[in-house]
């Protein structure tokens, strides 16, 4: 019995059913993932499956922040700061170490 299964059974949590998804990988990814699998004890579906959630939560976290700080200057409340002003401010702060 695999580590996810059991895991599953003894937290009482149903296991989920899954979606087929095809995804071609290059062959030298393939045995990454085969490699991780078998250090793991997990199939390398729920290598792939894993990672997915994690690009997937971490996308998402970024377009809820992006949302949430567009909608804060358009409500005025940040400041922003042009490039230009901030590359000033890294030339002044990296001339100012130069210097002394």
Do not use: C
Not at 11 to 32: E, G, I
Not at 66 to 74: D, G, N, P, Y
Not at 81 to 100: C, P, W, Y
């Amino acid at each position: 019995m695999r580590y996810n299964t059991m895991y599953h059974i003894a937290n009482r949590s149903p296991v989920m059913s899954k979606d087929t998804v095809a995804v071609r990988v290059d062959p030298d990814l393939r045995q990454r993932l085969d490699k991780l699998a078998d250090a793991f004890g997990q199939t390398r579906s729920s290598i792939i499956n894993d990672a997915l959630r994690q690009y997937a939560d971490h996308q998402e976290w970024q377009v809820t922040l992006i949302a949430e700080r567009v909608k804060s200057i358009e409500a005025g409340e940040e400041v922003l700061i042009s490039h230009e002003d901030v590359l000033a401010a890294f030339d002044k702060r990296f001339a100012d170490k130069q210097a002394g």
